[in-house]
């Protein structure tokens, strides 16, 4: 019997999961560690709670931990509960799926002035995950700065535009909704430093951002490159910027009817968060474009802004004893080996790219390698070693009939045209599981 242990529970982790199964089996037992004693990583607190049809891909991870040789092991942080070593020594492999849950920072003056933020916690916020539920962020000015032209950008701008009646049916948590729903802003600004054509923005998302109720696009037609040059675009990005030319198309009659802004600033890099203590204003460069690349031009000028979100990339979070590669922001690793026994898969591996689908290949490829150096396994312990250890140390991990005790809970206590309301917790969510 081959023993693995994944570390982490969000798509690559749980791709990696079946993708052993593929390959093996009933001749192998994963079990698949998680800090949170809640699964699903991205999909339930990166995945913005108003796109409940991509979070329907845990329903197929559902199924895949229901399976008899799929364990989920929640509640155990690997490097301070259980060190990687001991893990090793009891699976053939230990596979990190942890992907990429820290702020990249944009290293500028002023960064730690309140109520500047990195995606990772704003978004954290409004989807309930317990480090950053307390965040507590202020909307109560006008202005709110987004950097980045990403789809992450594009979530943290809908989320702060949209009305309380526009979030029915999601599972936005209802510490978010609140300060949503009481919040200020009228203008939210995109700061991105190159031009329309080198967005990262996709289609579909972008489009949203013309169908809201009560706020409604700009961009400026003179940002626009000449429109014979979309032809050599490729076709995801020519229909990301046609979009864009439909937003710079809208008269101010179109607009006069949604009283909030969300505005695209082209060619505009931020070089420093002003402000007494909060932050009151982000200077910027004007930039150009040179072979593909921002370039400053020396002419500043300065954004009011009452609240700002970097969304600018992500980092994986280092652990003890992991070789790392720290300008990636990745574990160190040749196309998912890091050493022998260790790999890595998903962003862990690859960074902050791609869709959650990616991260399927991305599983069974690096099974293929997992299987290529493990042959038929050495007759690790797996679960029960680590229950052994777990005992000793009374580490309260939770298993997946626990998750679905946290579920039912949350499910029961949805306010009404919500799927759930999610326990923001660790206690809370220990708690639901009958483990307190
Ligand atoms: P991303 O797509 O890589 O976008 C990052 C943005 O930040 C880019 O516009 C980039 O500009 C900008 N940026 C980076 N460093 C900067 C700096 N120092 N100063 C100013 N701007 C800077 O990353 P993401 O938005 O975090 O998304 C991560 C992945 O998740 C992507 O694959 C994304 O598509 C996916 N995702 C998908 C959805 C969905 O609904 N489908 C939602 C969220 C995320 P440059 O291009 O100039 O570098």
Redesign the pocket.
Known sequence: MRQIAVVGSGPAGYYTAEAAQKQWGDGVEVDIYDFLPVPYGLIRTGV?PD?QS?KGVSRRYEATSLSDNVRFVGNVMVGTDISVEELRGLYDAVIFATGAPNDRE?GLPGEELANVYG?AAFVGWYNGHPHFANLNPDLSGKTAVV???????L?VARIMAKTRAEFGGSDIVNHALDLLDASGIERIVFV???GPH???M?PK?LGELGHLEQASPVVEPADLPPESDDAALEPGQRKSVTHLRAFAALSDADRAAKPRRVEFDFFA??IAFLGDGKVEAVEVERTKLEGGR?VGTGETYKIPADIVVG????RTSPVAGVPFDDKGGIFANDEGRISEGLYCVGWARRG????IGTNRPDGFAIVEKVAADIGEGAGKAGFDGFAALAAERAIDFVEFHHWQEIDKAEVARAREDAPREKFVTMEAMMSAAGKA
């Open positions: 913005a796109h991509i944009l995606s950097i980045g032209a990403g789809n992450v950008a979530d991105v430093r190159r080198e967005i990262a996709t998302e890099s931020p921002a969304c600018i990339g992500y902050p790219s791609g869709t």
